[in-house]
Nanobody
Framework: QVQLVESGGGLVQAGGSLRLSCTAS????????TGWHRQALGKQRELVAS???????NYADSLKGRFTISRDNVKNTLYLQMDRLEPEDTAVYYC?????????????WGQGTQVTVSS
């Protein structure tokens, strides 16, 4: 079992910054990828950014340059630095981790943290 606990959401004015954190615990030794997704009200959940076990990162094209994903392997904590926030970034942000649990992959999700950007 894997547990993901997010923190760092909140209310911020447009142009401001927030940093989200997600601490993983449990059997995470075989994680394949971990990342952040978001879901705005009335919209589908979408990928924000992800990072492979190798450290390679991937971003949604529309967010490149404003958001930065990173991981502290000692603390087993994933971060999302969000700069120059826009009202359109308002959403619930979810931490996700894909683990190889023989014979298949399994996705784990955090409970989500609300980010609200006011104009």
């Amino acid at each position: 079992q894997v547990q993901l606990v997010e923190s760092g959401g909140g209310l911020v004015q447009a142009g401001g910054s927030l940093r989200l954190s997600c601490t993983a615990s449990g059997n995470i030794g075989n994680f394949i990828t971990t990342g952040w997704h978001r879901q705005a009200l009335g919209k589908q959940r979408e990928l924000v950014a992800s990072i492979l076990g190798s450290g390679r990162t991937n971003y949604a094209d529309s967010l490149k340059g404003r958001f930065t994903i990173s991981r502290d392997n000692v603390k087993n904590t994933l971060y999302l630095q969000m700069d120059r926030l826009e009202p359109e970034d308002t959403a619930v942000y979810y931490c996700q981790m894909r683990i190889f649990e023989r014979p298949a992959f399994r996705d784990y999700w955090g409970q989500g943290t609300q980010v609200t950007v006011s104009s």
